[in-house]
């Protein structure tokens, strides 16, 4: 949750593949070791997939580690309805998607002025926002806590008239705590952009946001989109702030209410397996359009280059 | 630059830098003031009373899980250290020798990353619940007379846990690693293989070195990632029975009936000290960095 390499990789130009002299036993090796490694890594997900899809009075009678004699979805349905996950996930929409915007918004104010101008603080601030993003969160969450109980927000924010305990709060805080991250990737990015498009619009006179809004933001594209997949995955997945902030059960996000399903769920593994599945699709989804972002931005780098 | 133009700059910075130093840095401040009195939240701001460093002989002479929270916590990045962070590039320096179904298997390995370690927590209780669970059946310690209580016995659970946790972050530095890999010099590479270095030496000669600043980078996720670690005990089972980590000492004494303000922020404060080093280490190479552009 720190530095995404990854992401600033994504943007620079793909490296041609070198022709290596590989010994054929090395090779065999590697096959063999990435084999057995993945194998073990993805058992897990594999036998948490294997509970969920085989019926409860079937597990119970042969245990789980058995051969499958029905497979079914009835536990999604199941746990879907019965957790009234829809709900949970609406939760974490609220909180997730304006998150996300805010972050990028703010973030890419701050780099593109630290991109842009030489003011003399701008190592400070680079600091004041980078090193927030690297506090462990229990650091500041004694006094935050009281700071959510004092401050007082319109009720058409909070239906308790508090940041605690409201989608308010936890939007907020994702927020501070993520915009230091994309601060540091994005103001990295937009120093690599060609000074000539924004320098020349600076002759004509335009105006500094026109500069940013129309000029620099739109070549940041890749890189708003790469850190947006990564926020989004962050924030969704968020456990600690939710845990901490939100006292009401029926309004924290999913993944903090996995909790609640645990103990819903205690005495039936399939469901809690199929519950807990359920709140993985949407990060694989996302984790699926990554990937093709990345490929494009490397192939987009290429051509140019 | 115009009038309007110094508005708007000022509101560009302004906005963000108001919330970041309110939210973050104002209670990372206050922590550290409140270490040093007594509140227990009622009554206001009023009702705080200086009691100089009283809280941190409390944590460290007469509060019980204070000393299994920090010995579990240096064992957790001793853990990281010397098991999750070297797997975790050894998996990136073979996918990166681009065999054949090296992106399958990069694809597959990294799906851990994906998944919130809450949910982690509860497919993996799925391998180790005693009964049910996949481990015990495999190797035939799930009868009532010899089950191995993975998460339930105080001896066993945070080696438990652990494995969970290099699950984890052993591919997530496989990532960052790669991608540092990736962006090495090939003709680096090349050149020393032909002068006849091994692949071996041409790894620890010449890529590790020029690797230097993401090895830095990976070196103070590593830390700080085992100073923030909560998520997989809180929801295994609270943090209790030989799960204790400072994280959850710190959340257990604001949250909830009891409010110990002072002696939860004294605990805050052990954790900023030691998060300290990594974060100052990451922003003098960063500003090494930012001086020689």
Not at chain 1, 3 to 27: C, D, I, N, S, Y
Not at chain 1, 249 to 259: E, H, M, V, Y
Not at chain 1, 264 to 290: D, E, H, R
Not at chain 2, 265 to 290: C, H, K, W, Y
């Amino acid at each position: 949750m720190t530095t995404a390499m990854p992401v600033l990789e994504a943007t620079a130009p793909p490296h041609t593949p070198v022709q290596r002299h590989k010994v054929p036993a090395g090779r065999i090796g590697a096959h063999i070791f990435l084999a057995i490694a993945t194998v073990l890594w993805i058992t897990p997900i594999v036998w948490a997939i294997y509970t969920s899809l085989r019926p409860y009075n079937e597990t119970s009678k042969y245990g789980y580690l058995s051969f499958p004699r029905h497979l079914t979805f009835s536990n999604f349905t199941t746990a879907w309805t019965q957790a009234d996950m829809i709900h949970y996930f609406w939760n974490s929409v609220m909180i997730t998607v304006p998150a996300v915007i805010i972050a990028l918004l703010f973030a890419s104010c701050v780099a593109f002025v630290l991109a842009r101008f030489n003011f003399w603080f701008n190592i400070p601030l680079l600091i004041i926002f980078t090193a927030a993003n690297l506090l462990p969160q229990q650091v500041i969450i004694t006094p935050l806590y009281r700071i959510y109980l004092t401050i007082h927000v319109p009720h058409a924010i909070s239906s308790n008239g508090l940041l605690y305990d409201s989608y308010a709060g936890l939007v907020v805080i994702n927020t501070a705590f993520q915009v230091g991250f994309c601060v540091f990737v994005l103001s990295n990015y937009m120093k690599s952009i060609p000074h000539e498009i924004s320098e020349a619009a600076l002759i004509d006179g335009a105006p500094v946001w026109t500069r940013y809004w129309k000029l620099t933001l739109p070549l940041c594209r890749p890189a708003l989109a790469a850190l947006a997949t990564l926020l989004t995955t962050w924030i969704y997945n968020d456990f600690f702030w939710a845990i901490a902030l939100i006292s009401t059960g029926n309004k924290r996000p999913i993944t903090s209410a996995l909790a609640n399903l645990q103990g819903q769920f205690f005495v039936n593994q399939n469901l809690l397996a199929a519950g807990a599945l359920i709140t993985a699709v949407p990060t694989l989804l996302v984790y699926v359009i990554l990937q093709k972002q990345f490929i494009a931005g490397l192939s987009l780098g290429s051509s140019k280059g | 630059m115009s009038r309007r133009d110094v508005v708007v700059l000022s509101l560009m910075i302004g906005i963000p830098l108001l919330g970041v130093l309110f939210f973050i840095w104002f209670p990372a401040v206050a922590t550290v003031i409140l270490s040093f009195t007594k509140w227990n939240g009622i009554g206001g701001v009023s009702q705080i009373h200086a009691e100089g460093v009283q809280n941190y002989v409390q944590a460290a002479t007469n509060y019980p899980p204070f000393w299994p929270a920090v010995r579990h916590n240096v064992l957790w990045l001793v853990v990281f250290l010397v098991l999750a962070t070297p797997l975790g590039m050894l998996f990136a320096v073979v996918l990166d020798r681009n065999i054949k179904g090296s992106r399958i298997y990069q694809s597959l390995l990294f799906l851990p990353v994906m998944l919130s370690l809450a949910l982690i927590g509860i497919i993996w209780e799925l391998i180790y619940s005693p009964n049910f669970g996949l481990l015990n059946n495999v190797i035939g310690r799930s009868g009532q007379h010899n089950l191995i209580d993975w998460l339930g016995n105080p001896n066993l659970n945070l080696w438990a846990v652990l494995v969970e946790a290099c699950w984890r972050q052993a591919p997530y530095v496989m990532v960052l690693y790669l991608a540092g890999l990736k962006a090495v010099d090939p003709t680096l590479r090349e050149a020393a293989l032909v002068d006849g270095a091994s692949a071996w030496q041409t790894f620890w000669r010449v890529v590790f070195p020029v690797l230097r600043p993401i090895n830095v980078v990976i070196l103070v996720i590593t830390v700080i990632e085992s100073l923030r670690a909560f998520d997989l005990v809180y929801i295994t089972n609270g943090g209790n029975n030989g799960l204790e980590l400072l994280s959850v000492l710190i959340t257990r004494n604001i949250v909830g009936q009891v409010s110990r303000i002072g002696f939860g922020s004294a605990l805050g404060v052990v954790l900023l000290v030691i998060s300290l080093v990594p974060i100052v280490t990451f922003l003098v190479m960063q500003l090494r960095q930012e001086k020689r552009t």
